[in-house]
């Protein structure tokens, strides 16, 4: 440990920052919790660079594996010829593509061709990185950040990118009630102090904002502030991104062509051709015909055929991607939280991740904080199954013979998930109907219908399926799915053990608070069960090898402003 | 669909003994003519066969709980291979027999029954009573099948019970059309005409005169019907809205496991793909062979 | 023959009417939140209850029924309630690329199922018109969508011959779009050949037994002459009528084979339309199916009274 090299560093840091140096030089964390963490806080590359070198004998680069980018090989490679139009594949957008109002993948993928967010997606590590903010910092406890703006950004109409544009569009989110932002920011919380800097004020601490305002949280994207709510990018073509909407067709797709004056230079690219389709296989055959580049997201089975075509670039990386097995704590047959951990006892979660995944994914814990996470807590023990002690919980409780609907939605692999759990839970006596209905059908008339309005999701059936896409802090789902009286709380949980932990987790300032705080909140998920979660999966993505440069995050955003054609 | 009856025998109403007789003798010559065609005795075995597996459900696995490795190719332990989920294809195939075997036909008695009375109804009394039911019968006919029923899923929500309704709800126009050609041919003839100068009531004309000789273009329609209720219901669970999961309905499988074929696994869609096609190739055979029967 | 074509065209707008009605209940048979399935399950409720103010969701039934059946009569499709965008141009670029299709699919199908049928006629019951018939059978007994994903698999990307999206890329050529619509007609041509080619068998044979044939044939003209004059003629109405009905069914009820090949044609938009609720499009989609399916059976009606005589006399009543 070369303290020598620490020193000047130390020195300048904030009151964070020394502590977050401080641990990791005394080795209380990992190297890889500390990157995450710094970039967190706005850390610099170069900072972080100079800092776990000096904490190791070999100078070190940033590690390129992050957990959830995929990056083609050869990524920083010389780039190849200039020109050309990558053809990319993808799922119909649900609707039209409203930023603020978008929930589909569909839909995050095309916004973020032409839009961008204060902390974009950073290709080497694949944790956010500088975008439209260059850099940011938190205030020693974490409920003031300040961002500040890069300059020489002009919206493709040609007007200058401001502070105010940021603010507007925070603004936005938080009346339309987005996820992420929900009791973290309010109207007021944005400020512009100067011309590249802008403020915000949190109405709680959170020490994982910039990931609200990242990539990560779709929907956050930078619009200028005379976007009203519900303008769309199909009606209005604009943005600061690298690629300017030249056509759209919801039916069969969008192209997309260079920005020239996009702040990252000139695009190796000429331009983007989206086709969207119903399903994945098209998708695959599409490919082999020779007619799509790139896939967005494909899934195991599908893309079988992918996986050895020696032609073809997989992309697989580890997510938060999870279904949640909600059972309702307030009323019905799974008040009993025995109930719910004889449930959670007769999954088979291994042979999920398997049959499912072909071993594609990880298996999980009944809990959001996912091993990816920084502050993830090893004291938990693993759940594994017990069809025995999944029966004397049953019987203790009364519940012996428990008969009961298991409602799914039509998406990806949930329904066959719902065939294994209904095998699974009636060897211990459990006796399921799966349910299936259409994904919009689903969400209204069994997750959260709109009435009763209040509490939310008070109206949720008793038992279900839900799905729940990448992020990369556990914030949204601890906030929206879990809190008391949270947006997507369709179990109804309200324990005030587990609140009180999750605001100490949102106040805590440094790793090792965060990870005490995730330590009480995994325990108190693990055992009351309002939610199983049996695995969290990979996602696939990938693209032809005639193109470099490609990379995606997790939620369908694949970015192609550095690909180029190769030959 | 000829609406004659069988050469040679006067049309009888609750007359004479002799011609019930007569009738009798009728029925077992069409019997003896629908026998001696291979088209029959074919159509019979493989309806014979699946109506056996339907019944006794031998197969080899579970069809529900037993998972083996997704994906295996036939081999002796499978004969027709795993699906994705490690299930036995041979033995969801032999158990959703039984699925198709109690939802198509119910489907199909029930369009044919719906059908046969709006039929008999429209062809007998014409005027504006047909007038009006033809063109509500037309509006059904000029959507795809498909589509009315897609739409009427996806509202009501996917159950057996809805399905069953749905798609014998659909088949009553098509078979009220042709009864109701069938009756109007009919209503021509002679008995009926002399029935009406007896003094008996319209209902008992229809019921007790006219319904015994459409008999075979009904049976006929019948079958067909059921054809194509298998059909139908396989291509709904094709689109996601037939019958739900875990049931292995043959439609269903196909639906579940078609775009997997890409990947070169072609036995979990060939096999239940098979399934259909063979046992609606057996119908249509054996309607076939009752048409030709019936009308020489 | 001219108050035949009237009434029918009389007839037809009632059925159309009819139609929109019964799709009307249909669709709004259930309460469902067209807002909130419109803005998603995560949207604010005030905004979800601005829109269904906005689409006049809440209006009475009758009053929101009586708007649907004008807003049809004047042609005023609406907005999607999905996209917004207005129906009228998306139902007439799904029409389009489905018309393409049946044309393809029929101009395959029609001339060799007509032989073929003629053919297993002329040789009733020997060896070629049992295997025609089974063959036939067979065929339409596979459902479309076991056809077209073998298709799909072997030869588009097996042997790689045609592409395996049936989109032709914007501004392709005449050629290219054959080579793209050339997958998806084989499939639909697949099945259809055994229906149109078992009509056919059964009208000639039926006019090959009449007895105005037996005539001429004793008369000595000779089988050609006899063939082509007159039994074509008369073995062509049971196929007309059944190609007739078949079109309307091209048009919207081949949604498997779309699916498959990523095909934006009616059956497509129709079920999206119907998982989404989309009234307006579903409501305009099928009047123009069922306009379609009008047009085409009258047609398939004027050609079989054209061709023959008796039963144009039996129309004039």
């Known amino acids: 440990m070369d303290y020598s090299r620490l020193d000047p560093i130390r020195r300048r840091a904030s009151a964070q920052e020394l502590d977050l140096v401080e641990s990791f030089a005394q080795g209380r964390i990992s190297r890889r919790s500390f990157m995450k963490r710094a970039t967190i806080i706005g850390l610099s590359l170069p900072t972080i660079t100079a800092i776990v070198a000096a904490c190791s004998d070999a100078p070190s680069s940033p590690a390129a594996s992050g957990p959830a980018v995929t990056t083609a090989p050869g990524a920083s490679a010389t780039p190849a010829a200039a020109g050309g139009t990558i053809r990319v594949a993808t799922q119909r957008p649900a609707a039209s593509l409203d930023p603020v109002a978008m929930q589909d993948l569909g839909a995050y993928g095309m916004i973020a061709q032409s839009f961008e967010f204060l902390a974009a997606l950073d290709q080497a590590t694949g944790d956010i990185g500088p975008g439209l903010a260059v850099s940011w910092t938190p205030n020693d406890d974490n409920t003031v950040w300040t961002f500040k703006l890069r300059p020489g950004v002009t919206w493709q109409d040609g007007s200058p990118f401001t502070g105010e544009d940021v603010v507007e569009s925070m603004k936005r989110l938080v009346v339309a009630g987005n996820a992420g932002l929900k009791g973290v920011i309010d109207e007021a919380s944005g400020k512009v102090v100067d011309a590249e800097t802008v403020e915000f004020t949190l109405v709680s601490a959170n020490g994982n904002f910039p990931y609200l305002v990242s990539v990560f949280n779709a929907q956050s994207v930078i619009t200028p502030a005379s976007y009203a709510t519900g303008t769309t990018l199909d009606a209005m073509p604009n943005g600061t991104g690298a690629w300017k909407l030249e056509s759209y067709d919801n039916a069969s797709g969008a192209r997309f062509v260079r920005n020239d004056a996009w702040w990252g230079g000139p695009t190796p690219l000429d331009a983007v051709e989206y086709t969207f389709f119903a399903e994945t296989g098209p998708m695959v055959t599409a490919y082999q015909g020779g007619q799509i580049d790139a896939i967005v997201q494909f899934d195991v089975f599908s893309g079988t055929a992918l996986f050895n075509d020696a032609n073809f670039t997989v992309n697989e990386a580890a997510t938060t991607n999870h279904r949640q097995i909600w059972m309702r704590v307030d009323t019905g047959q799974f008040v009993d939280k025995r109930v719910r951990q004889a449930l959670a006892l007769s999954l088979d979660r291994e042979a999920m991740v398997q049959q499912l995944f072909k071993g594609k994914g990880q298996v999980a814990n009944d809990h959001v904080i996912f091993s990816l996470f920084p502050y993830f807590d090893e004291g938990t023990p693993q759940r594994t199954r017990n069809v025995e002690e999944a029966k004397a919980l049953l019987e203790a409780a009364g519940a012996t013979g428990l008969e009961a609907v298991l409602h799914v939605a039509e998406l990806q692999e949930i329904p066959d998930l719902a065939v294994l759990i209904q095998s699974q839970a009636a060897e211990a006596g459990i006796t399921l109907t799966p349910a299936v209905e259409s994904l919009d059908t689903f969400y209204g008339a069994q997750w959260c219908p709109g009435e009763p309005a209040d509490p939310p999701c008070s109206g949720a059936a008793e038992l279900g399926i839900v799905d729940y896409g990448h992020r990369s802090t556990p914030d949204v789902f601890l906030n929206s799915a879990l809190k008391t009286n949270g947006v997507w709380n369709s179990s109804q949980y309200g324990s005030t053990d587990f609140d009180a932990a999750f605001a100490e987790f949102q106040a805590a300032v440094g790793v090792e608070a965060q990870t005490a705080a995730c330590a009480k909140i995994q325990a108190n998920l693990n055992d009351e069960v309002p939610i199983a979660i049996p695995y969290t999966y990979s996602f696939l993505s990938g693209n032809a090898k005639t193109f470099t440069g490609v990379y995606s995050s997790a939620l369908g955003q694949m970015f192609v402003s550095s690909a180029s054609k190769v030959g | ?296 | 023959m001219r108050r035949f074509f009237l009434r029918r065209v009389f007839l037809s707008l009632i059925t159309l009417w009819l139609l929109a009605t019964i799709v009307f209940v249909i669709a709004n048979v259930l309460p469902s939140d067209v807002g909130r399935t419109i803005l998603g399950p995560f949207a604010p409720q005030e905004s979800v209850d601005a829109l269904n103010e906005q689409l006049g969701t809440n209006d009475p039934i009758l009053e929101q029924y009586v708007r649907a059946m004008t807003n049809l009569v004047t042609l005023n499709f609406g907005n999607s309630f999905q996209s917004g965008q207005p129906v009228g141009p998306l139902l007439l670029a799904a029409i389009g690329r489905s018309a393409q299709l049946a044309a393809l699919a029929l101009i395959l199908t029609i001339p060799i199922a007509i032989a073929a049928g003629l053919f297993a006629a002329r040789r009733r019951d020997k060896r070629s018109d049992r295997a025609i018939v089974l063959l036939g059978v067979t065929l339409s007994s596979i459902p479309e969508f076991v056809v077209a994903t073998f298709l799909v698999v072997v030869v588009g990307v097996q042997l790689g011959w045609l592409p395996v999206l049936a989109t032709p890329p914007p501004g392709a050529g005449t050629i290219t779009t054959l080579r793209f619509l050339l997958m998806p007609a084989l499939a639909m041509a697949v099945v259809y050949f055994g229906y149109i080619a078992r009509m056919t068998r059964a009208g000639a044979i039926e006019a090959l037994e009449s007895d105005f044939v037996r005539t001429a044939t004793m008369k000595g003209l000779k089988t050609g002459q006899v063939m082509r004059h007159h039994v074509l003629r008369n073995a062509l109405i049971p196929t007309v009528a059944v190609i007739g009905v078949q079109i309307g069914y091209l048009f919207g009820g081949i949604i498997g084979v779309e699916k498959i090949f990523n095909y934006n044609g009616m059956g497509q938009l129709m079920l999206f339309a119907a998982q989404r609720k989309d009234i307006p499009v579903l409501q305009a989609g099928a009047v123009i199916i069922g306009i379609v399916y009008m047009i085409a059976t009258l047609v398939a009606d004027l050609i079989i009274a054209w061709m023959n005589p008796r039963i144009r006399s039996e129309m004039g009543d």
């Open chain 2, 1 to 296: 669909m000829s609406a004659t009856t069988t050469a040679g025998v006067p049309p009888a109403g609750a007359a004479a003994p002799g011609q019930a007789a007569e009738r009798k003798q009728a029925r077992r010559e069409v019997l003896r003519l629908l026998v001696r065609r291979p088209g029959f005795i074919i159509g019979n075995v493989v309806i014979g066969f699946w109506v056996f597996c339907a019944i006794f459900q031998l197969a080899p696995y579970d069809a529900f709980n037993d998972f083996d490795l997704g994906h295996l190719p036939p081999s002796p332990e499978h004969l027709f291979g795993t699906d994705r989920l490690g299930r036995d294809v041979l033995s969801r195939i032999i158990v959703g027999a039984r699925e198709v075997f109690i939802v198509a036909p119910l489907a199909a008695i029930f369009g044919v029954v719906a059908g046969t009375l709006l039929g008999l109804i429209m062809g007998f009394y014409r005027g504006l009573v047909d007038d009006i039911i033809s063109r509500i019968v037309e509006a059904f006919l000029s959507l795809p099948v498909i589509l009315v029923a897609l739409l009427t899923l996806v509202v009501l929500g996917s159950s057996t019970l809805v399905v069953i309704l749905v798609v014998g709800i659909l088949f009553t126009p098509i078979v009220a059309r042709t009864v109701r050609s069938a009756v109007l041919a009919e209503r021509q003839l002679d008995y009926v005409t002399a029935a009406r100068l007896r003094g008996e009531s319209g209902p008992f004309i229809m019921v007790r005169e006219i319904f015994p000789n459409i008999l075979p273009p009904i049976i006929v329609e019948m079958t067909v019907r059921f054809g194509y209720a298998i059909f139908t219901v396989a291509t709904l669970s094709f689109l996601g809205v037939g019958i739900q999961p875990p049931s292995p309905d043959w439609g269903l499988q196909v639906s579940e496991e078609y775009s997997n074929m890409i990947g070169g696994v072609w036995w979990p869609t060939l096999f239940p793909a098979l399934a259909i096609a063979t046992t609606v190739i057996a119908i249509n055979l054996i309607a076939d062979a009752l048409a030709a029967a019936t009308s020489e």
